[in-house]
């Protein structure tokens, strides 16, 4: 492949070390989070008994479903990004001022649910895993994307959903 037909910044040590750096890092991240959340539910199935039992492994497995398909709705694609051939990438489907509103909510009940942070783990491996999937594809982002290939993508527009009225800053 000649320098003139290579696909911009796709190319060169830097940008490949950084891609197997990310993408060793979400392993790593989702191995000790599967590790975590094999231990919590190990703990509920020994150490509890009678409807206790049944209530916590209702909740940490309806926890990992919604993980999962919370992550990997993530990597869903428009009919336009499917024709235009975007492979699956990372979208947050949120604005800049749904992502301030979450970060405050999320330092104030980190504060106050410091003890339930193990717990919380059951909510995160899915997006782990989905974050590791999006981590191998042939562009990590839509500007690589486009830089790449020359392919306009169209921009989503956020979805009005009740949490995004409700977390509006005043």
Same mark, same amino acid.
């Given at each position: ?12 040590? $830097?940008?490949? +070390? ?12 989702? @191995? ?10 190990? @703990?509920? /199935? ?11 492994? *209702?909740?940490?497995? /309806?926890?990992? !479903?919604?993980?999962? #398909? ?11 990004? %499917? ?13 800049? /001022?749904? +992502?301030? *509103? #979450?970060? +405050? ?6 504060? !106050?649910?410091?003890?339930?942070? @193990? ?9 782990? /895993? #989905? ?20 392919? %306009?993508?169209?921009? $989503?527009?956020? #979805? ?7 977390? %509006?800053? +005043?």
């Amino acid at each position: 492949m000649t320098a003139s037909t290579r696909e911009p910044g796709s190319t060169g040590f $830097r940008y490949w +070390r950084r891609r197997v750096v990310f993408t060793v890092f979400f392993v790593v991240l989702l @191995l000790l989070s599967t590790w975590i959340s094999v231990i919590i539910i190990d @703990l509920i /199935a020994t150490q509890t008994h009678g409807v206790i039992r049944v209530i916590l492994l *209702a909740v940490a497995g /309806a926890g990992l !479903l919604w993980s999962f #398909a919370y992550g990997f709705s993530l990597l869903r694609r428009t009919d336009d990004e %499917k024709r235009l051939g975007v492979p699956m990438i990372m979208h947050s489907g949120s604005t800049e /001022a749904g +992502r301030t *509103a #979450a970060g +405050r909510a999320g330092v104030t009940m980190g504060i !106050l649910g410091g003890p339930l942070v @193990l717990f919380a783990q059951l909510f995160v491996v899915g997006v782990l /895993a #989905a974050a590791l999937v999006a981590s191998v594809q042939r562009y990590n982002s839509i500007e690589e994307f486009e830089r790449a290939t020359g392919k %306009k993508v169209p921009r $989503r527009t956020a #979805a009005r959903t009740p949490w995004t009225v409700l977390s %509006k800053p +005043r």
